[in-house]
């Protein structure tokens, strides 16, 4: 692509936010950039570190200190690689906590608007439209139902060897889509201007093709 393009995927916890941007990304040959990724770093850095969330001075310390990159497919945190140690329940919930400190979403949508400026970028996650690229090319909102969203987090979660019930997993998305939506911050929302994507019962193929199709139309 001869200019700079951005999309702008966002929505709640389990639509397949991240699975679909990586997926277009690659069809359209865009870098993707998981901002969920980003504060679910953060979160593991606030936990192995001891900090308390609550404590300002030192979450803001600790924020001066980090460093965020993606590398291949990669996150890496302070020079290492996190890519299963953020991918937790435990790590889920944390960074729904972190994201609605001023100070970390200050930091890292500082990261991810410099991203923007120089390259082609697609990037998920719940207030991309809304807050961080507001003036993205193209913009999408996906959704799908609480238990669907379970359905999938839960098989996710069990692939992966971790030992959690469907009930919890729900539990857990219901709670989130409550702090994400109503957090006084830049809460998850609909941009005027995106298109909204009901993905419940659709296949991943299905919903890649529906976001490449509107890009390159």
């Given at each position: ?14 639509a397949g936010k991240s699975t679909i941007a990586k997926a277009v ?50 996150i890496i945190l302070d020079g290492e690689i996190v890519n299963d ?104 929302k609909k941009a005027d201007d995106a298109i909204e994507l009901d ?19």
């Amino acid at each position: 692509m001869s200019k700079i393009i951005r999309v702008a995927i966002d929505g709640p916890s389990g639509a397949g936010k991240s699975t679909i941007a990586k997926a277009v990304g690659k069809k359209l040959g865009l870098d993707y950039i998981d901002t969920g990724a980003m504060y679910r770093a953060v979160g593991y850095k606030t936990l192995t570190t001891s900090i308390d969330p609550d404590d300002a001075a030192a979450m803001q310390q600790m924020l001066d200190s980090t460093e965020i990159d993606f590398s291949k497919g990669d996150i890496i945190l302070d020079g290492e690689i996190v890519n299963d140690k953020i991918r937790t329940n435990e790590m889920s919930m944390m960074a729904s906590r972190v994201s609605a400190i001023p100070a970390v979403r200050e930091k890292l949508v500082e990261l991810q608007r410099k991203m923007g400026q120089t390259k082609s970028i697609i990037m998920d996650g719940r207030d991309i439209g809304t807050n961080v690229l507001t003036d993205a090319e193209f913009k999408f909102f996906m959704t799908a139902s609480a238990e669907e969203r379970a359905d999938r987090r839960y098989k996710e979660l069990i692939e992966k060897g971790q030992d959690v019930s469907y009930e919890t997993v729900l539990d857990d998305i219901i709670k989130r889509d409550h702090n994400d939506m109503t957090r006084k911050l830049n809460p998850l929302k609909k941009a005027d201007d995106a298109i909204e994507l009901d993905t419940t019962g659709m296949s991943i193929e299905e919903v890649t093709d529906f976001i490449f199709k509107e890009v390159t139309k």
